[in-house]
């Protein structure tokens, strides 16, 4: 009963390098969300797709990238890291109205 | 523009007693309302939801929230606080408007103290 998958759960970047954070879920959901967490901020949408082939922006989409090839996967990609990225990131999942489902988060630190 | 307040950045209650973690929102059309707990260094857990029926639904670790919609609120309540209650709580709602997409409370720190 894996739920959302997220890895990795730390890394640490240096500014200007890219990676690919991943996130895939098992229930079929057709809501999948990217979050991130700083402190006393709350959670900021980053991006979100409600189907396959659709992706959408959030509040906070600048310098992240998405794509949703497959209802499963979710990537997030970070296209060229900055110490502002510094923060926790959070994949979600769920069907239209009902819960969501959250990984246990990504630590990302930008040097 | 629809948005959740989560009106007290921490509550502080003593073990034993009654606990009340407010939020109220500001959404066009229905609402469905969410809580859910974070642990520290975890991901967010689901506690409970309404979509419709009974305005009084109970939820996980003996948890229960009241939608009054007269007053657009959803406060989560506990009869009797547990030490291990102490977490941050969140308040989220999905609305149409915002294509069901979760709009989120800023988060309420609860501490329980023995």
């Known amino acids: 009963n894996a739920g959302v998958t997220q890895t990795p759960k730390f890394q640490v970047l240096k500014t200007g390098q890219s990676m690919t954070l991943q996130c895939a879920q098992d229930?079929?959901?057709?809501?999948m969300s990217w979050y991130r967490q700083d402190p006393g901020m709350g959670l900021r949408l980053i991006h979100y797709?409600?189907?396959?082939?659709?992706?959408d922006q959030g509040e906070v989409p600048n310098g992240y990238n998405v794509s949703r090839s497959t209802t499963e996967d979710f990537p997030l990609r970070l296209l060229s890291a900055a110490p502002s990225q510094t923060s926790v990131y959070f994949c979600?999942?769920?069907?239209?109205?009902?819960?969501?489902?959250f990984g246990q988060g990504t630590r990302l630190t930008v040097v | 523009a629809q948005s959740v307040a989560q009106p007290e950045d921490q509550v502080n209650v003593a073990e034993g007693n009654p606990l009340t973690v407010k939020c109220t929102y500001s959404?066009?059309?229905?609402?469905?309302l969410f809580w859910y707990v974070q642990y520290p260094n975890r991901g967010l857990q689901f506690l409970l939801k309404?979509?419709?029926?009974d305005n009084l639904v109970k939820g996980s670790y003996g948890f229960e929230a009241e939608f009054n919609k007269s007053q657009t609120s959803f406060h989560l309540k506990k009869p009797s606080a547990l030490v291990s209650d102490s977490a941050l709580y969140f308040c989220?709602?999905?609305?149409?408007?915002?294509?069901?997409?979760?709009?989120w409370g800023a988060g309420t720190k609860l501490i329980i103290k023995p």
């Open positions: 229930m079929n959901h057709e809501y």
């Open positions: 979600a999942s769920s069907y239209s109205v009902g819960e969501a489902f």
């Open positions: 797709s409600v189907g396959a082939g659709i992706t």
């Open positions: 989220a709602v999905r609305d149409r408007v915002s294509n069901y997409q979760l709009i």
């Open positions: 959404v066009s059309g229905n609402p469905y």
């Open positions: 309404y979509i419709t029926g």
